[in-house]
């Protein structure tokens, strides 16, 4: 890109205008692959109110935002199918040694569409689930700092990382890492998450805040109690944008799919999250210092 267009996409230049969005690379492989047409671009364009020809930066995320949701559905169909290959180990190999083997095969994060042992990972995760009491686990237990090591989620493969801000960066970016905090602060439980990107300009943060809660929860069918780690975000900042208030908490949608799994397994440095067709594996970096 120029340095005007990088400045127009920063909004230092007064916003976005329609040529540097549809040249911006998530929008660009969609007009080149025919899955948009230039016309409805500058349609959904026009429906954002922009200012003599130009969008703000809110506006062109939430113009970006609007684009992924017509493509939502795809999701599980256009993500890659996971390899089914056989781990090497020894048989005698405990669930969670086989595990931590495993994950530490390469440097994390990773997911099914670049794990060739993801199938190993699950199976192993699941042992430990299967045998282990969420019940008895306190809210004290998870405090402390946690980085993503696996998830095996296809929205969140199709959504290039945890907020989606990678799949509508101008000019592309790329996952590198996602890590949380769980705290209690004032007699509050909150949560901080740090999604960090890779770009051409260079690394950046996503930073999520917002409240979290363990609750229990029963499955309609089976009538199974189970644990549920529950987030609420409540602000999503990084660069100049800031987000707050209902197009967060209800209409970002990219980050349900870590934000209400089931408490699968716990241990000082483990944590084992799932849901219907998604695992979620982190591990902890920094107890609290409370703990």
């Keep these: 890109r120029s340095n005007s267009a990088t400045r127009a996409s920063r909004g230092d230049a007064g916003g976005v205008d329609l040529a540097t969005t549809a040249s911006s690379q998530y929008i660009a ?4 692959d025919g899955d948009l047409e230039e016309a409805e671009l500058a349609s959904m364009f026009g429906d954002q109110n922009p200012r003599n020809g ?3 930066v809110d506006g062109f995320v939430e113009l970006c ?3 992924d949701d017509l493509f939502e559905d795809d999701a599980a169909d256009t993500a890659p199918a996971s390899a089914d290959a056989a781990t090497p180990g020894a048989e005698d190999e405990s669930p969670r040694a086989k595990l931590v083997r495993l994950l530490d095969t390469k440097a994390p994060p990773r997911w099914r569409e670049d794990y ?3 199938d190993a990972a699950i199976d192993a995760a699941t042992e430990l689930a299967d045998s282990f009491d969420a019940d008895a686990v306190d809210e004290e237990s998870l405090l402390g700092d946690w980085e993503l090591a696996y998830v095996s989620s296809e929205s969140f493969v199709f959504n290039e990382g945890f907020t989606g801000v990678a799949k509508t960066t101008p000019g592309g970016a790329k996952f590198a890492g996602l890590a949380q905090t769980l705290a209690v602060e004032r007699g509050a439980r909150v ?3 740090v999604e960090t990107l890779t770009a051409p300009l260079g690394p950046f943060d996503v930073t999520v805040k917002g409240d979290w809660s363990l609750n229990r929860r029963k499955e309609p069918v089976t009538k199974r109690l189970k644990r549920v780690l529950e987030v609420v975000p409540r602000s999503v900042e990084y660069g100049l944008v800031k987000v707050d208030g209902n197009r967060v908490e209800i209409g970002w949608k990219t980050m349900r799919v870590l934000n209400s ?4 397994y716990l241990d ?3 944590r084992i999250q799932r849901g219907k067709s998604s695992w979620a594996i982190w591990r902890r970096t920094r107890p609290s210092e409370e703990a």
């Design 29 to 32: 492989e969609l007009i080149a």
């Design 54 to 56: 130009r969008l703000t």
């Design 65 to 67: 935002r609007q684009i």
């Design 116 to 118: 060739d042992s993801d």
């Design 191 to 193: 949560t901080t998450a």
């Design 261 to 264: 799994l089931e408490l699968a």
């Design 268 to 270: 000082e440095d483990l």
